[in-house]
């Protein structure tokens, strides 16, 4: 058998890319009344791209429910659908044999009766390894366990999870990933194997294509999910069935060959469970406690007395007590600043929320966020938030223990792609080291530079370091993207300004009555050049009586610094300090904002700006970087740092009335072209560009080609 791949008769039935396949989807039976409709449409839904479905076969192993009633009334509306019934219980192997028996397609696609399919491209997924490399006669799919919703699967969950870690962590353990509930065949390997009269098959395939040298792939994009047992007598009745396997192998297999592909040793369980008991310690203890009971029965259950029937687990079977899984990929930001912290609530915690709100309606989407005093956990516009860290010792200290505990979270949580937010004083938290899922770099700023100045520190030699081991990149300006190259030229960096949500109507430009000059952002006298605007607005008032009004939150330090250099500029019945605004008091601001000014001594890409040019409020502000990216047209830049040139840009403003009205057209227009949907869809491209790279898959192709014929 080993020499089939050589012979006419192999290359003759080979297909060419260009053709399509034929497949037959196999599902043995017994007494699946409660899910036998749900799989069956799952089936009927499935894409048909480069293949074509021709069979849907059930094949009921002497159910005694109405399982064959159901399947027979789909098939009146399906000539696909086939119902074979058997007379007597046979078992699955028996079944799948009798399947190999009656097909002639290139590939028999075999699901288990009591799953679900999770998206209409499974059968797809299974079948290009097939049609891409004609070598490939196996192919595997992966499984998972619903939710959980008592605290017998919460445990059982948990154990599953404990599993999961360990055979994808595990060197060589690829016949442990092998899964029997999703799986497809070529014609040219189920025209000979046949699975012996027992009822462990999952690894059976793998040991057969590794003894006869066929070749194996894996579809990790291929998924269902199935239920767990709500009862323990069912959860006991299921690991019994499965506990023994390696004795049960040997009964087809010499036990020399057998025992090679058995990799997992007890430090492999004990690392696991030493991280998982960290994260679970309850629910690993209750699991453990769960185990021994079916370990037990499994040492006195020998190979000879294992049958290939079994006693169904019935608390699996009610698919209509489950919860519908979300197919949906994962995705975690991490972002120190949080749209709810008091003290900072800057433009980035904004610019992240309205990415994370629009990305929740084709991904699942959760942010982790530093927390805050009264911080808690919360779920808004359909984005789950989970505040981490502590709040006990300021913000600062915050930010260094929010780097400090990421890692933990990045190792443990489960996603497909992890999205961070670069966070002073050092930007990086070097995510991509404590997980093998996809990482984005998000950079609003890299702000080490800054920091290191202003603390004296060498916060550049740790960010420096931390940007080369990221491989993707969203960044918010050109400048920061040739600064990421500088020190990762192999890097894949994307830009993507930040957005903002229209308005309806812009301001009236035309009437400064009753309106006011504006600053909006973060209370912070250096970065933000609060200091520079006090200066200027001395100036101004020589020629211009409009009052100045400041919206935004900061450290209590940050807000006593202010105030006391609005008292020192005798400002004080000037100046309007409003704090932190939002909803419709904010649209009241911009609505009265006749001027936005923006005196930051850096910045990347700030988003109040948008937001303010959104309205058609013309905006002033340094020719800093980080406002390279808008057009001089829409907003007027000055030479950096110079306040009288500030304010006299300011008040020639005021007094052009034709001037002012183009840049609150060209500003309204700029903003219009970036909507934060047309934003968000860039951002959904690249995660899908991403996602679809072969290294964000969760397991690879595991079945190298060096061990064939063995």
């Known amino acids: ?199 462990a098959d999952d690894v059976f395939p793998f040991l057969y294509c590794r003894k006869y040298g066929y070749q194996m792939s894996s579809a990790a994009q291929a998924v269902v999910c199935y239920a767990l047992p709500t009862t323990y007598r069912d959860y006991l009745r299921q690991s019994v069935r499965f506990l023994g396997s390696k004795k049960i192998q040997k009964r087809s297999f010499d036990p020399g060959f057998v025992e090679r592909f058995y990799v997992i040793r007890g430090k492999d369980k004990i690392r696991a469970l030493i991280t998982h008991g960290l994260r679970k310690p309850f629910l690993v203890f209750s699991y453990l406690a769960f185990l021994i009971p079916p370990k037990i029965i499994s040492l006195f259950k020998t190979a000879e007395s294992r049958t290939p029937l079994w006693e169904i687990a019935t608390s699996t079977k009610n698919a209509l007590n489950i919860p519908a899984i979300d197919a949906r990929k994962k995705i975690i930001f991490s972002n120190y600043d949080d749209i709810k912290n008091p003290i900072y609530g800057g433009g980035g915690s904004f610019a992240v929320h309205e990415v994370a709100k629009h990305l929740a309606t084709n991904f699942q989407v959760e942010v ?46 489960k996603y497909d ?13 070097f995510t991509p080291l404590f997980t093998r899922k996809p990482v984005i770099g998000l950079v609003h700023m890299l702000s080490a530079k800054d920091m290191s100045r202003k603390y004296h520190l060498p916060f550049t030699l740790i960010e420096n370091l931390g940007l080369k081991y990221y491989s993707h990149f969203i960044t918010l300006t050109k400048e920061s993207a040739l600064q990421i190259k500088q020190h990762n030229p192999s890097a894949d960096v994307q830009i993507i300004g930040n957005g903002t949500d229209v308005p309806v109507a812009p301001n009236e430009a035309d009437d400064k009555q009753g309106k006011h000059l504006s600053f909006i952002g973060r209370v912070e006298i250096d970065q933000k050049g609060l200091d520079l605007l006090l200066t200027a607005y001395t100036e101004i008032l020589k020629e211009v009586d409009l009052p100045l009004v400041i919206a935004g939150a900061g450290s209590s330090c940050e807000t006593a610094r202010l105030k006391k250099l609005i008292h020192a500029h005798g400002l004080t019945d000037k100046v309007k300090l409003l704090g932190r605004i939002s909803g419709a008091q904010k649209e009241e601001f911009y609505r009265k904002t006749f001027i936005g000014l923006v005196p930051s001594r850096y910045e990347t890409s700030p988003l109040v700006v948008l937001e303010m040019m959104s309205y058609g409020i013309p905006v002033i502000g340094f020719d800093i970087p980080g406002l390279a990216w808008a057009s001089r047209s829409a907003v007027v830049q000055v030479p950096s740092f110079d306040t009288q040139l500030f304010a006299q840009a300011v008040i020639d403003l005021v007094r052009d009335k034709v001037q002012y009205k183009a840049i609150s057209v060209n500003a309204r227009i700029a903003a219009e072209g970036r909507s934060w949907g047309i934003v968000s869809e860039k951002y959904k491209q690249y995660i899908e560009t991403v996602l679809a790279s072969p290294s964000s898959h969760y397991v690879q192709d595991f079945f190298p080609r060096a061990h064939l014929g063995e």
């Open 1 to 199: 058998m080993a020499g089939i791949f050589g012979s006419n008769h192999y290359k003759k039935r080979m297909k060419t890319n260009s053709q399509k396949l034929t497949v037959t989807v196999g599902i043995p039976a017994y007494n699946e009344q409660w899910n036998i409709e749900n799989i069956l449409r799952a089936v009927q839904k499935q894409k048909e791209e480069g293949f074509v479905l021709e069979k849907i076969i059930v094949l009921s192993d002497c159910s005694t429910d109405v399982t064959v009633e159901k399947a027979r009334a789909l098939a009146a509306t399906d000539p696909r659908i086939e119902i074979v019934e058997g007379n007597e219980r046979r078992g699955k192997s028996a079944r799948m044999n009798e399947l190999f028996e009656r097909s002639e397609t290139d590939i028999i696609i075999i699901f288990d009766a009591d799953i679900d399919l999770v998206s209409d491209t499974v059968v797809h997924d299974l079948v290009m390894p097939m049609k891409n490399d004609q070598s490939v006669q196996v192919v595997f799919g992966r499984s998972e366990p619903r939710p959980p919703t008592n605290f017998i699967q919460h445990v059982i969950f948990t154990g599953w999870e404990i599993w999961d870690d360990i055979r994808t962590r595990t060197h060589g353990a690829e016949m442990y990933r092998c899964e029997g509930t999703i799986r497809a065949f070529r014609r040219e390997l189920y025209n000979v194997m046949r699975f012996p009269n027992f009822s």
């Open 368 to 413: 982790l966020t530093g927390r805050y005093p009264h911080a808690t956990d919360d779920n808004i516009d359909g984005v789950q938030y989970w505040r981490i860290g502590t709040s006990l010792f300021g913000a600062r200290v915050g930010q260094l223990f929010f780097h400090f505990v990421l890692p933990f979270y990045v190792f443990f949580k």
């Open 417 to 429: 792609l992890w999205i961070e937010s670069f966070t002073p004083p050092f930007s990086t938290s």
